[in-house]
DNA sequence: TAAGTATATAACTATATAGTTATATTGTCA
DNA sequence: TGACAATATAACTATATAGTTATATACTTA
């Protein structure tokens, strides 16, 4: 049984979707996915992976939390930081593709 | 053959995802691209249709051509648009199912 | 040509947020 | 207990952008 109706999506539905959008669309954020995709990963490591600042990879790790996409775990003095909704790999996966496709066709324009 | 390197992604790249999925982090972005989905509408049509002002709706426009998501086509007077990539619907997809679970998962919790 | 219609753009305001610095909180270990 | 280490948070600044209003541009038709 299909549940979804493509005909109407109510704002709020909306919202939430574009939600998830904005919280894929820092380039730090998506960085920190593709850290955490290799295995959990307490802040200070993550903060030394992609070379930001520890208050900042807090933040941008509170945003990807609230949205659901990672979960965390203490132990000790440390956080351990993972990835809770793969979905987020096969949503980078289609962009990469229409990114490649688009820019084909650029480079194609140019002969 | 498979192209795509998992194990590292340059900053540029990192950018351009991050772009693509600003681009979509706009509820009223998701909606044009909603109305487009039925088929080609004019600027007015889609003004009507999102029940914004034509400036706005036309800047908008203008940000998903940019992205290479719709493109257009000047007929007399008005100006018709039209999806240009289908893979928006395969990502709002995909986001909408990662968000039905999260739901679902938080519903559960309250039992 | 003049009036009307459709679209694009410029200038502006208000708001959201990424990053920084400083500090609070919590846990570890001597 | 005191010093240290890891993380979170608060306050701030700078920047980006959604929406508005006014106007420019281009086409159509009387």
Same sequence: chains 1, 2.
Avoid: W
């Avoid at 894929?24 to 802040?43: C, F, K, N, T, Y």
């Avoid at 030394?48 to 003095?77: C, F, M, Y």
């Avoid at 993972?82 to 084909?104: H, M, P, Q, Y």
């Amino acid at each position: 049984m299909k549940t979804t109706n493509h005909r109407e999506m109510s704002a709020e539905a909306l919202s939430l979707v574009a939600g998830r959008f904005k919280v894929l669309a820092e380039p730090l954020r998506l960085q920190i996915l593709q850290v955490l995709e290799v295995g959990e990963s307490s802040v200070t490591a993550i903060t030394n992976a992609v070379r930001s600042t520890q208050p900042n990879v807090s933040k941008h790790l509170k945003i990807l939390q609230d949205e659901g996409l990672v979960a965390k775990r203490s132990e000790g003095n440390s956080v351990f930081y993972r990835i809770a909704d793969e979905s987020v790999f096969a949503l980078c996966e289609l962009v990469c593709g229409s990114l490649k496709e688009k820019f084909t066709e650029r480079s194609v324009m140019f002969g």
